[in-house]
T-cell receptor, first 112, second 117 residues
Framework: TQLLEQSPQFLSIQEGENLTVYCNSS?????LQWYRQEPGEGPVLLVT?????EVKKLKRLTFQFGDARKDSSLHITAAQPGDTGLYLC????????????FGKGTSLLVTP | KAGVTQTPRYLIKTRGQQVTLSCSPI?????VSWYQQTPGQGLQFLFE???????NKGNFPGRFSGRQFSNSRSEMNVSTLELGDSALYLC????????????????FGPGTRLTVT
């Protein structure tokens, strides 16, 4: 059972477009993280959100944690080809130690 | 600081064999976690070690085991390999926060691509 559902699964857009990726769950998380993974490499941590309603910005990327700490979104403004990759959200429960529950990811392709 | 390193990067084994994968965490990180990544299931948690003790375990059969050494390096072993064990095996390490807790933020190595034929 996948605790975290990500949508869309695949996204193909042109350079300069905006996009939003969603990460939803019925579980409450102590913290939620977003990673980006490129082919042949391990996931790279982008951001961690811990407070309900929290919004974090990383250059053109905006991350939001839902008020109830069950869902999150990632918004990319003016996407660039370098943003291409697999975006993964991962949630941590305080009562399950340090085991992260990952969504299956959103595969993003940005074409010039 | 050097990142998380994993060896080997690629491995081809035959059904029924066993395999050992190695992971060296970021210097100073004492928590090491292992994940299996497949196209169908995505990333799934295998287990986590801290100070040579298994602290958490995912829902995998007993054929999957691991250990951690005093220098925080970790190994995972898969015995009696099955075709379905073909996957990217990822190791991640975490730092200690003030107060002794490990951070939830994990830093991943490049993975070991295991193919079972």
């Amino acid at each position: 059972t996948q605790l975290l559902e990500q949508s869309p699964q695949f996204l193909s857009i042109q350079e300069g477009e905006n996009l939003t990726v969603y990460c939803n769950s019925s579980s409450v998380f102590s913290s939620l993280q977003w990673y980006r993974q490129e082919p042949g490499e391990g996931p790279v941590l982008l951001v961690t959100v811990v407070t309900g309603g929290e919004v974090k910005k990383l250059k053109r990327l905006t991350f939001q944690f839902g008020d109830a700490r069950k869902d999150s979104s990632l918004h990319i403004t003016a996407a660039q080809p370098g943003d291409t990759g697999l975006y993964l959200c991962a949630g941590a429960h305080s009562n399950s130690g340090y085991a992260l529950n990952f969504g299956k990811g959103t595969s993003l392709l940005v074409t010039p | 600081k050097a990142g998380v390193t994993q060896t080997p990067r690629y491995l081809i084994k035959t059904r029924g064999q066993q395999v050992t994968l190695s992971c060296s965490p970021i210097s100073g990180h004492r928590s090491v976690s292992w994940y299996q990544q497949t196209p169908g299931q995505g990333l799934q948690f295998l287990f986590e070690y801290f100070s040579e003790t298994q602290r958490n375990k995912g829902n995998f059969p007993g054929r999957f085991s691991g250990r951690q050494f005093s220098n925080s390096r970790s190994e995972m072993n898969v015995s009696t390999l099955e075709l379905g064990d073909s996957a990217l095996y990822l190791c991640a390490s975490s730092a200690q926060l003030a107060g002794g807790k490990s951070s939830y933020e994990q830093y991943f190595g490049p993975g070991t691509r295991l193919t079972v034929t």
